[in-house]
């Protein structure tokens, strides 16, 4: 199961498997629950031989609890931005992480 998750953050990245497709959906007014479930999973993965998710896992503890901060590791991270209409979906689950 590690191997599946590995490289978190690759795999939230702009072009990868869940952003890129969840954006093209949001941009053409459909609800990518689905995608923005797997990103949630990604950022839930927390295996220390993994040197992404321990990167990953200290970016959102360093950010919880601060909106703001929180906001500006999605765009850092997923490369969305604040005004895109996937950006409240994804703040919502690195709030959650």
């Not at 590690?2 to 978190?8: E, I, L």
């Not at 929180?70 to 709030?95: R, Y």
């Amino acid at each position: 199961m590690d191997r599946v998750g590995r490289a978190p953050i690759r795999k939230i990245s702009a072009n990868e498997r869940f952003i890129g497709p969840a954006a093209e959906l949001a941009e053409r007014g459909h609800n990518p629950s689905n995608l923005v479930s797997a990103v949630a999973a990604a950022l839930a993965f927390d295996v220390e031989a993994d040197a992404e998710a321990a990167d990953l896992q200290a970016r959102l503890a360093g950010a919880r609890g601060n909106r703001e901060a929180t906001d500006a590791l999605v765009t850092e991270l997923t490369g969305v931005a604040a005004d895109h209409p996937l950006f409240a979906a994804l703040s919502e689950v690195f709030a959650a992480a």
